[in-house]
């Protein structure tokens, strides 16, 4: 399956919005049978076109964590196998939720979500501070969060 139509579209933006949604609703909003979308839903899945299916937690559960935004400049003489370990080191670790290439004057842009301030300074000093392949870093912390999601709604053609 190497091209998406714009059925499959409409049922990934679907699954975007619910992942758990059974193929009676989704059938509700496409105009296929229940056996079709669940035939589709399966191919899609089996194609690689879906990654993975997440649980997003309550802000009950998160409401009270840290977040913070850290960007990150890297040493002009760090080689790329620095960086790219220094990104291994990242990817590992369970408080980072986001790892960002950027332009501009820093190179990386990291979301990190910490139980607390003592847990984002271990963090910090044991993935920064301590780390040769950076140069400085710099943290925002969120105030609040108005909006997240990692949804990204297709259009026909997007996959051309």
Known sequence: MSKLDAFDIRLL???QA????TADELAAHIPL???AVTRRVRRLRSAGWIAADVAVLAPKLTARRLRALVRVQVHDHAEERGIAALRGRLAAEDAVQMILDVAGADDLAVLICARDMDDYNALAERL???DPAVRRYETSFVKRVHKQSAAVMLKPGDTD
């Open 13 to 15: 933006n679907l699954l």
């Open 18 to 21: 619910n992942a758990l949604a």
């Open 33 to 35: 049978s229940t056996s």
């Open 128 to 130: 920064f501070q301590t």
